[in-house]
């Protein structure tokens, strides 16, 4: 069986891609499903003291199981399993290693995310998933 992989940030482009692959079902796809989220590494700049980081950190978690609660209430909604992982650190390289160590046959993706620098035609993230990885990656506006 094939295993799809949906990296998730709660986008419109994201939520877009839950349906696209749900639409691929109602056609007869069978395959394993995977979403998952991750969540950036938290950097401070110098001697920052001014950031409650345990702060920061308790919010970026409950913004992640917020986005995985909403998408997968999308899957279950469509009679669908899956699986779920929130990551942790950087971005792109941890959505092509899970999609590596998951023996994921494709990713399909938002063409943007909620970055709050998105690229006009095609975002950042997106962009370097598909350089970066040895699987199809089918994106979604």
Do not use: W
Not at 55 to 77: R, T
Not at 89 to 114: E, F, L, Q, W
């Amino acid at each position: 069986m094939q295993t799809i992989l949906i990296p998730t940030d709660g986008s419109k482009p994201a939520r877009n891609a839950l349906k696209y692959v749900i639409s691929m079902f109602k056609e007869g796809l069978k395959a394993d499903i995977h979403i998952i989220n991750v969540k950036p590494d938290l950097m401070p700049i110098g001697d920052l003291t001014l950031i409650d980081l345990d702060f920061v950190e308790k919010n970026q978690q409950k913004e992640s199981e917020k986005i995985m609660k909403s998408a997968s209430k999308v899957l279950l909604d469509a009679g669908l399993d899956y699986k779920k992982a929130i990551l942790r650190g950087a971005i792109v390289p941890n959505i092509v290693k899970y999609a590596k160590s998951h023996d994921c046959h494709s990713i399909v993706m938002g063409t943007r995310g909620m970055g709050a620098l998105g690229n006009l035609v095609l975002g950042s993230t997106a962009n370097q998933v598909v350089h970066m990885t040895k699987v199809p990656v089918t994106l979604v506006k």
